[in-house]
């Protein structure tokens, strides 16, 4: 019932447009019994050839009115209008539903894609892309059948069932009684496979979400399986995962396909009695021809129903398997919510705090997590330089600025005041971020460079381009910056690629810069290049620099050494060379790869 109570939120707002079909389906319904009820008069004043006094309405002994005149043209002319206005009833409220089932669909889809981009960088850690991309697309697809397709077809199937039990109960309620006997027994196998099949497709919705993550690491990750032959592998791996969807898909469907003839079988056991009924009774003459076949008639209808209603319990519990999954991906809450009365920062104007500052994840605590009481105080427009080895929290120290992540205890202030008493959207207006790993999007040249401001003119854009030293090899492209890059910028190399990072930082115009080790993957041509566009996008601005090579802070404000996400020690170049701390072990170590790599263009320190 959870399931439920929390999807049909996103149905409430189609209630008009649902009632106009639920309306429509009634009417559909109505048809339905009013051409069950001329098989009467067919039988018993058509084919009995049993006369029929002109202009006179004729009433059967149970209360049934027959149309007066010739009986086959006005029977025929009825079922032709009563299909016709049926069809046009279900044609609209089909039509209606499928509206209504859309809608769904895009509102859900929507609400799980702001969901998914409100949380924190720590849900993302524990999320996998593929399981995500499957609840937002594969569960969503099952939901939205369920609201367009089989939701319509249930209030048409339970509307048909009901006048079909009513029709014959006005006819025969001792048939009607027969005709029912079946009910229990079909109830309790409905509810057996529609308890089955929702655990079966839970499993199948897991295994679908698994094979997608696989696809989507292995497109992502190609270069590296090429490079290290693992296609067989990773094909090995993947066939074993279609083997496990095929099972849960087979098992579903064994009980899917049983339904049907289960409830077949079922009617027909049930419709033996009323043979033996029927056929005392109208050698009793107490039942006419035309009754027992307006009976029969909309017996073999209301088993159609059942069977159909028993179907469509099956696939709402599929629905309802993929619902849940929506469900617990909707209730599951990492984000970094604005405080109430949060208010807008605008720029800084003296300096930025680390106060106390440690963080842990989730599953962390104590000693194990990654920051202890950092303490920094940056001056506006300083450069700070953190150094460390692989894992001591340089990364997470700068990701706290932007909160992408928020303290575990202390507090980072600007000008004096709580970051967390920003709201996010001011907050990350004022930081521009350039990493190792240069993220671009399948897009052109021109919108990856203003993606932090899409309203920028040519000229913001072209003059960003030319500080960051990309505006040259950005006009030999095909269409200039026009040019299509490819997924994740593949068409560019790797300097062009982080060129063209620095100049979305550039435009971006944030007084708060962060270079988390943006020159480490290059070669020594493409960093020579791009550390003269770091240069220009430096100017004015608080920047911290996250270095690999030690070579490219030297001239830094101050340099932290982090250990163990402790501040192992500060100071200027100089001042650090002068002890025999681990900044003079890093210096000495590099100086040595240095000399050992006759490679490098660099010079040494």
């Not at 010739?70 to 089909?94: D, M």
């Not at 109960?169 to 009684?177: E, K, M, V």
Request: aromatic share 8%.
């Amino acid at each position: 019932m959870r399931v439920l109570r929390r999807l049909f939120q996103f149905v409430r707002p189609y209630s008009p447009k649902l009632l106009f079909a639920f309306s429509l389906l009634i009417g559909a319904g109505a048809c339905e019994f009013l051409i069950a009820s001329l098989i009467v008069p067919l039988f018993d004043q058509v084919l009995t050839h049993t006369p029929v006094e002109s202009g006179e309405l004729i009433l059967l002994q149970r209360g049934l009115a027959l149309l007066p005149g010739e009986i086959i043209t006005q029977v025929s002319l009825a079922l032709v209008l009563l299909t016709l206005f049926k069809g046009l009833c279900l044609y609209y409220a089909n039509y209606s539903m499928g509206y209504v089932g859309q809608s769904v669909v895009t509102d859900l889809r929507i609400r799980l894609f702001d969901h998914v981009l409100d949380q924190s960088m720590a849900f993302f850690s524990l999320t996998s892309t593929g399981r995500l991309m499957s609840r937002v697309s594969n569960d969503v697809e099952q939901v939205q059948e369920a609201v367009s397709l089989s939701l319509g077809e249930l209030v048409r199937e339970t509307v048909l069932l009901v006048a079909f039990i009513s029709f014959v109960i006005s006819l025969d309620w001792r048939l009607a009684l027969l005709s029912v006997l079946i009910a229990p027994l079909a109830l309790s196998l409905t509810l057996v496979m529609g308890k089955r099949i929702r655990a079966v497709s839970v499993r199948s919705r897991e295994d679908t979400a698994t094979i997608n993550d696989q696809l989507q690491q292995s497109i992502t990750g190609i270069r590296i399986i090429k490079a290290f032959g693992m296609e067989a592998h990773e094909g090995k791996s993947f066939r074993k995962n279609c083997g496990r969807l095929f099972r849960s898909n087979m098992k579903a469907a064994a009980i899917l396909f049983l339904n049907s003839p289960a409830m077949e079988l079922l009617a027909m056991v049930a419709f033996l009695p009323l043979l033996y009924y029927a056929h005392y009774y109208i050698a009793d003459r107490t039942l006419t021809l035309g009754f027992f076949g307006g009976s029969i008639y909309a017996l073999f209808r209301m088993y159609d129903p059942i069977r159909k209603l028993s179907r469509l319990h099956v696939q709402f519990q599929r629905a309802l398997a993929s619902g849940s999954r929506i469900v617990d991906l909707l209730d599951e809450h990492q984000e970094i919510k604005d405080r109430p009365g949060a208010f807008v920062l605008d720029g800084i104007r003296d300096s930025i705090e680390f106060r106390d500052v440690s963080f842990s994840y989730g599953d962390q605590d104590g000693e194990a997590g990654v920051l202890h009481n950092i303490n920094l105080k940056v001056r506006r427009n300083q450069v700070i330089a953190l150094v460390g080895s692989s894992g001591s929290g340089k990364s997470t120290l700068v990701g706290l600025l932007p909160r992408f992540y928020d303290p575990t205890s202390g507090s980072i202030l600007i000008d004096g005041k709580d970051i967390r008493d920003f709201t996010q959207s001011s907050l990350r207006r004022q930081i521009a971020i350039v990493t190792q790993e240069t993220f671009l999007f399948n897009d052109t040249v021109r919108n990856n460079i203003a993606y932090g401001d899409m309203s920028a003119s040519d000229d913001r854009i072209q003059e960003a381009a030319r500080a960051a030293l990309a505006d040259d090899f950005i006009r030999q492209l095909p269409m200039n910056y026009s040019t299509p890059i490819g997924e994740r910028g593949q068409r560019l190399s790797g300097g062009e690629r982080q060129r063209i990072s620095i100049a979305r930082a550039i435009l971006r115009n944030a007084p708060i810069l962060i270079l988390d080790e943006a020159t480490s993957a290059l070669d020594s041509e493409s960093e020579k290049l791009v550390q003269q566009a770091l240069a220009n996008l430096m100017l004015d601005r608080t920047t911290f620099v996250i270095a690999h090579r030690l070579s490219t802070i030297r001239n830094a404000d101050l340099i932290l050494v982090l250990e163990h996400g402790r501040i192992a020690e500060s100071g200027t170049h100089e001042s650090l060379m002068e002890n025999e701390g681990p900044y003079r072990k890093f210096f000495r170590l590099q100086n040595e790869q240095l000399y050992a790599s006759p490679g490098r263009v660099e010079a040494p320190i």
